[in-house]
């Protein structure tokens, strides 16, 4: 057997880590909430917490063309993919957007609710799954811009196919590159504006370009030196380009993204993440990883409202041990409820759609 599994379970593994340090980064600031301001003492840990969508865009397009590769192929493959994507998608972004105009609508009276992404003229958007297409900050749950784009990018896949398998190594540069270009664009002449990248244009490159770089990885796999490499002198290739990038140009962080495909190509080809103590709690952050990605806000929401309207309509702030606590006693109710989400209505939703009664045997990496 290949060494990428029909569960691709290093990866896995892989977004555990991934959706555990976006959801951590976010807690971290809370702004994007609300006013609520908690100063927690390893908050510089967790400032790199666009890398987290990054790899989930990569493994992404790396597990699309794992699966639906050679299915694709098959006369009448298209219906079933597009209703396995909708599966993956739709039921549980439908759900947390109701759910948080309800949160909306019941704190509204009590606490003062400005963000404009509240606009209820920009619900609709939402609904629909475009809040992150149409160039503006409309997502009302915040997180929700990078589902947009991962519908974008399983509308592009099949056609994407015939050069994916002709020239993944072209696909591949030519995804990072413009992705890249885009964040050295960004980091230069709009530093204080990253929101650029989370919807418009910007976004659509940074998604689909990441995208159908996981997916030409996937291609290349099939090069026996390719599976050589990701244990060994490729990812010191990909850290050398990492490097010199960011020397020349003076933005380190801009070529941050290429800590994606590196990390993609360290996990799958060495299969270190599964030999950890915590490897267990490592799966279980892969398996529901989409649900934390979509609920976590909704915590961030009722937490910072309900703070806000016990401080007298002010929103708080809070340092040391009660920023402390205020964090880790989101991440457990984050953990709690993404659980029960995967089993009760994620993967439950997905096997309704989808006409089965069992598990999908190759995971996809949709965040």
Known sequence: MSQVSQ?????????????????????????????????????KLLVLGFLGVDIFFVLSGFVMAHGYRERLRMPGALLPYARARFARLAPLHFLTT??????????????PIA???????????NILNLQGIIPNQSNWNYPSWSISFEMVAYILFPAA???????PGVVFALGMATTTIFYVWIRRYHPTDFDLTTYGVGALVRSVGLFMAGAALRELWDVPVTRKLASGWGIYALLFIWLVGAILTGLPKAWMTWIAPIGLLWAQGSGWLKRLPFAPVLKWLGDISFSI??????????????????????????AGAPAIGIFAGCIALILLLGTLSFRYIERPAQNLINGRNRRQPVTAASL
């Open 7 to 43: 569960r691709l379970d290093s990866l896995d593994y892989l977004r555990g880590v991934a959706a555990f340090y976006v959801v951590a980064h976010h807690l971290s600031e809370f702004q994007y909430a609300s006013d609520l301001h908690i100063d927690l003492p390893f908050r």
């Open 98 to 111: 109701l759910i948080l105009l309800a949160i909306v609508l019941a704190m509204s009276s009590r606490v």
């Open 115 to 125: 963000l404009p992404r509240f606009d209820h003229t920009w619900l609709g958007w």
């Open 161 to 167: 196919l015939v050069l994916l398998r002709k020239h």
């Open 293 to 318: 990605y979509l609920i976590h806000a909704l915590v961030e929401y009722t937490v910072g409202g309900a703070l806000t309207a016990w401080n007298g309509g002010t929103a708080p702030h809070f």
